[in-house]
């Protein structure tokens, strides 16, 4: 039961490239999310989704884009990465709006 | 604006002891609170969830809470050093989205 995972675990771009995230899960979830994690901001929503091709911005959405066209994958892209985006960026998933979100192992991002 | 705050700590307690992490929220129509523990380079991983006032007792692990303070605790007994983490407090008020204290960094000391 492979649950939620993400790739790459660990990434180096340079300012300027477009760098993609991935998520994929197994539980069939409704729902998935992109957070990111700084120091002194704690968790931050990027992106979320309700289902296939249904995206909403959460709290912080410049300079990412997301896309839904299956269930179990949502990708989040930085199209033109910055130094501001450096961090670590974890996925989740819920089954419902009400329900528990379980978060993937996370990617550390470095923008150089 | 909703927030989630927590003591930004660190909280540092012996082996054995009890720990006690809180956390307050603004939006008084938060519905679901939930507790989630990170280790150093890890994930967030859930541990509690509380949805009605009062106590909710999972093993050595006691959530409570009170919406007409909105306070949210979470009661570590007799700790061990494994459970040396951060823990982060999360709100959910009405709609699919969470929103996340800082988190708390609790060091258990053997």
């Known amino acids: 039961d492979a649950g939620i995972t993400q790739s790459p675990r660990y990434k180096i771009t340079e300012t300027g490239r477009q760098v993609t995230l991935m998520c994929h899960q197994t539980?069939?979830?409704?729902?998935m999310f992109w957070y990111r994690q700084d120091l002194g901001h704690g968790l931050r929503l990027i992106y979320y989704s309700a289902a296939a091709d249904i995206t909403d911005k959460g709290e912080v959405p410049d300079g990412y884009v997301v896309s839904r066209s299956k269930t179990e994958n949502f990708p989040l892209t930085l199209e033109s990465a910055t130094r501001s985006q450096t961090s670590v960026y974890f996925c989740?998933?819920?089954?419902?709006?009400?329900?528990?979100?379980?978060f993937g192992p996370g990617t550390r991002l470095l923008v150089l | 604006q909703k927030e989630v705050e927590q003591n930004s700590g660190p909280l540092s307690v012996p082996e054995g002891a009890i720990a006690s992490l809180n956390c307050t929220y603004s939006d008084r129509v938060s519905q679901s609170f939930f507790w989630y523990r990170q280790y150093s380079g890890k994930s967030p991983e859930l541990i509690m969830s509380?949805?009605?006032?009062g106590d909710k007792e999972d093993g050595r692990f006691t959530a409570q809470l009170n919406k007409a303070s909105q306070y949210v605790s979470l009661l570590i007994r007799d700790s061990q050093p494994s459970d040396s983490a951060t823990y982060l407090c999360?709100?959910?008020?009405?709609?699919?989205?969470?929103?996340f204290g800082k988190g708390m960094k609790l060091t258990v000391n053997p």
């Open positions: 989740a998933s819920s089954e419902s709006r009400t329900t528990v979100q379980y």
């Open positions: 999360a709100v959910r008020s009405g709609s699919e989205k969470l929103v």
């Open positions: 539980w069939s979830h409704s729902y």
């Open positions: 509380i949805y009605s006032n």
